[in-house]
Every structure is written in structure tokens, then in C-alpha cells.
């Protein structure tokens, strides 16, 4: 039996959500969230940066059919590093309502790639946020984009806005759509016109296959107000960003909560008010269709529209 302490100051999630104001379209996914173990049957790897609290399928699954979500895509947290397990048996669970993105190393085999295919993968997540994993060779990651790509599976990549233009060459040169994870982490307090926040609206204009996430105004904001206490107007400072790609790329534009919020310092939000967040960055009944049922769905589960 496994027993790990979770990370000092570490925030567990919020505990009794509200119910959304919003009323989700019907359909809508939650492009973004995380399991953690159970530790105790899946065990954190090794080379983790973090420990966190446990945070189960079956909680993730009640939390989805609380907030009014019909399906979930899971994206392999890096406290499990490579050891897909956890993510792989809550596919399983969601009786085909979660898609998964994993992580992989080069020796993954064909064998493999089809079992994670069956069992709903649909991309693989590469990080490049420095205090989260070590570095991989880039060689090492176009070598599983490409091993990847006959599936049809995308790419997931996760890093902050200062490093982009070292990774533009790398984003532009996968095989596959890319997605990008929160908005390339842009710093708020410089603006949403800022000439940062312009080049990652530049590497989408220019590159067709490049997605984004509207997802974690509480991991990106500065002045908030947070999403806790009723608050329907939280992270105004980041509404604009958020606006500025759902009016420019809307047909590759997906939102998640995140949840269970790995690595919060400040606060841990209440996901029903997360939820109603997507009125500010998606006021359209039209706007949040795309945002949260029609998008995903053409990117996780395009057989159900042929």
C-alpha cells in the first residue's frame, strides 16, 4: 500500500460547488480536467514535482452531472508522469462520456497506441512549463507527434507565454492539430492588445490546426474577483484575452474547469461559479454552443456527427 503527503499548502478542491447559474447546451463537455489516483491504486510517479490530494473518477463524474456537463475530456496529470493508468481506468468507468489525452515517451508501441485508442485517447499532452517536468528532448516529442498522427490523435501543449517564440518553430512543425492549454498562459497585467498576447493570436491566425483552451481564468488572473462567494462577474482581467480568441477563432476555441485545480496558491474556486464565467467569454447562446458542444465534439468524437 502506497501513502503520500500532499505537498505543503497544498489547496484541495472545493468541496460543495454551487449549482451554475448558466444553463450549459445540452451536450456541452468539459474539455479540461484531471483524476488523481486514488493514490492507494494508483500510485504518484516517482519524478513528480507535486503531491496532490486524491481526487477520484467517481468524483470527477458526480462533479460533471452537478455542474451540467454530459462528457468530459481527462488530460494526464503530471504527478502520474507517463503511468497513464488512472486516466486509462476512468475511460473505462465513463461508459464512452470522457475522451483522454495522455502522456508518452518514443518507446510507446503501435500495440499500445491502438489499446489507448480504443479505450478513448484522442491526443497526447506535451509540457514545457519548467517547474512542472524536466525537460524532454524535442527530438523525443516529434517522434511520438508522429507515431501519433495516423490515429488522428492531436497534440496538447502546455507553456507560458515567455517561451513561445523558442517553441514557435516546434508548435508549427507537428503533424497533428495542436492544442493549446490555457491560452498560452499569457501574463494578464500586460493586456490583452499586448504585443505577448498578439503573438499567440499570430501563431493561430497563421496555423489553421492550432487550437486553444479559454480554460483557467484562476490560475491566470491578478485582480480577480475570484469565483467564490456568488460571484458572477470573477477574473475580469482575463475576460478580454479570452474574448479576444472566442471572437477570433471560433470554431477553435474548447473550455474546461480544470478541476481538481492543480498547484492553486491563492484560492481554490467554485466550480459552478467557474461555470458561469463562460457567460463573460461566450455571452451568445450561438458562442457557447461552439465553445462547449460543438467544438469538442469535432475534435474528440467526430464519429457522432458523420
Not at 491504486?41 to 516517482?46: D, L
Not at 507560458?160 to 523558442?166: F, K, R
Request: charged share 20%; net charge negative; proline share 8%.
Amino acid at each position: 500500500m502506497s501513502h503520500f503527503e500532499k505537498t505543503p499548502g497544498w489547496l484541495d478542491w472545493y468541496a460543495a460547488p454551487s449549482k451554475p447559474r448558466l444553463p450549459l447546451p445540452a451536450g456541452a463537455v468539459d474539455a479540461h480536467c484531471h483524476v488523481f489516483g486514488p493514490a492507494e491504486q494508483f500510485p504518484f510517479a516517482p519524478e513528480r514535482k507535486y503531491t496532490p490530494c486524491d481526487a477520484s473518477k467517481q468524483q470527477l463524474f458526480a462533479l460533471r452531472d452537478h455542474l451540467g456537463f454530459a462528457r468530459n475530456v481527462i488530460v494526464q496529470a503530471t504527478c502520474h508522469g507517463k503511468d497513464n493508468r488512472a486516466l486509462l481506468d476512468a475511460l473505462q468507468a465513463s461508459h464512452g462520456k470522457a475522451r483522454g489525452v495522455v502522456t508518452l515517451g518514443s518507446d510507446v508501441t503501435q500495440q499500445q497506441l491502438d489499446a489507448m485508442h480504443q479505450a478513448g485517447v484522442r491526443g497526447v499532452r506535451f509540457n514545457f512549463v519548467k517547474r512542472l517536468v524536466d525537460f524532454t528532448p524535442k527530438e523525443e516529442l516529434l517522434s511520438v507527434a508522429h507515431k501519433i498522427a495516423p490515429l488522428g490523435w492531436h497534440v496538447v501543449v502546455y507553456f507560458e507565454a515567455q517561451d513561445l517564440p523558442e517553441l514557435w518553430d516546434f508548435f508549427t512543425g507537428l503533424p497533428t492539430t495542436v492544442v493549446v492549454d490555457h491560452m498560452g498562459r499569457p501574463d494578464v497585467s500586460k493586456g490583452a492588445e499586448s504585443a505577448e498576447f498578439d503573438l499567440f493570436v499570430r501563431l493561430m491566425a497563421e496555423h489553421p490546426n492550432i487550437w486553444s483552451k479559454l480554460s483557467c481564468p484562476e490560475r491566470l488572473s491578478k485582480s480577480g474577483p475570484a469565483a467564490l462567494h456568488g460571484e458572477q462577474h470573477a477574473y475580469q482581467d482575463v475576460v478580454p484575452f479570452a474574448r479576444r480568441l472566442m471572437q477570433q477563432f471560433p470554431d477553435r476555441v474548447l473550455f474546461g474547469t480544470d478541476w481538481p485545480h492543480p498547484n492553486l496558491k491563492d484560492h481554490m474556486p467554485d466550480d459552478g461559479l467557474l461555470v458561469d464565467y463562460v457567460a463573460q467569454i461566450a455571452p451568445s447562446p450561438a458562442e457557447q454552443q461552439l465553445l462547449l458542444v460543438d467544438n469538442p465534439m469535432r475534435l474528440y468524437w467526430p464519429e457522432e456527427l458523420t
